[in-house]
């Protein structure tokens, strides 16, 4: 983790150095570690609770959805949390999965009343620098997934692979449009890599949570093939 934290550094100062680009802003340098969320469903609400080990789970629950989004927003990083969360509290992400998320999975849920969500960056570590510009966020997640991001993005999954085995897994791309086809292409990999059948671990694309979309359009299938 370290060595990638390192490599990262020098992917930023590099890019901002191509694009003459002083930005210090919003930037932090630490990773933000994945998040499990379990939710039990109710009658007129559901009870999501959030976890950072997988220990503290009860994996019984059968169904787990892998949400993919690209990498770290700035607000991930608020100062009163003691480490960086993904979908940070309170921000447009977590209210929209919160209000949504079972709504546009209603028919892989189907009648369960509980399941889990795995959020997970496809870059851990902060590609906007906090900053708005996209041409510069982009830029920097393309160097560090050719230089570490998608090696490590498919040895996540494989380290995940163990605690996911007799649970019906399905995952879901989330990232903004820049950022879909390399992470759709990590998934497909890793999922023809382990021969794992289409039937057996679904394969979804929708809006990012933060956007207005991700309620509205719903979820869309891909084929691995």
Not at 82 to 104: L, M, Q, R, Y
Not at 124 to 133: N, V
Not at 174 to 187: E, Q, S
Request: glycine share 6%; with cysteine.
């Amino acid at each position: 983790m370290e060595d990638n934290a390192s490599v990262f550094s020098e992917i930023v100062s590099g890019e901002l150095q191509k694009l003459h680009d002083t930005l210090k802003g919003n930037y932090h340098s630490s990773s933000c570690e994945d998040m499990w969320v379990s939710v039990v469903r109710g009658n007129s609400s559901n009870n999501f609770n959030y976890y950072r080990n997988i220990t503290l789970l009860n994996l019984d629950i059968s169904l787990i959805f892998i949400l993919i989004l690209e990498s770290p927003h700035k607000d991930e990083y608020n100062k009163k949390l003691s480490s960086p969360e993904p979908a940070a509290k309170g921000g447009p992400t977590w209210t929209n999965i919160e209000s949504d998320f079972a709504k546009i999975m209603a028919e892989q849920i189907g009648e369960k009343s509980s399941f889990y969500i795995y959020l997970f960056n496809a870059i851990q570590y902060q590609c906007s620098l906090g900053s708005t510009c996209q041409m510069l966020k982009k830029a920097i997640f393309d160097s560090a997934w050719k230089s570490f991001g998608r090696e490590r993005f498919l040895g996540r999954l494989d380290q995940l692979r163990d605690s996911l085995q007799d649970n019906n897994v399905v995952f879901i791309n989330a990232c903004t449009k820049p950022f879909k086809r390399k992470v759709t292409d990590g998934v497909k990999s890793f999922i023809i890599k382990n021969k794992i059948k289409e039937t057996d671990c679904p394969f979804f694309s929708t809006a990012h949570p933060s956007s207005v979309w991700f309620g509205k359009n719903g979820a869309k299938k891909i084929s691995i093939a």
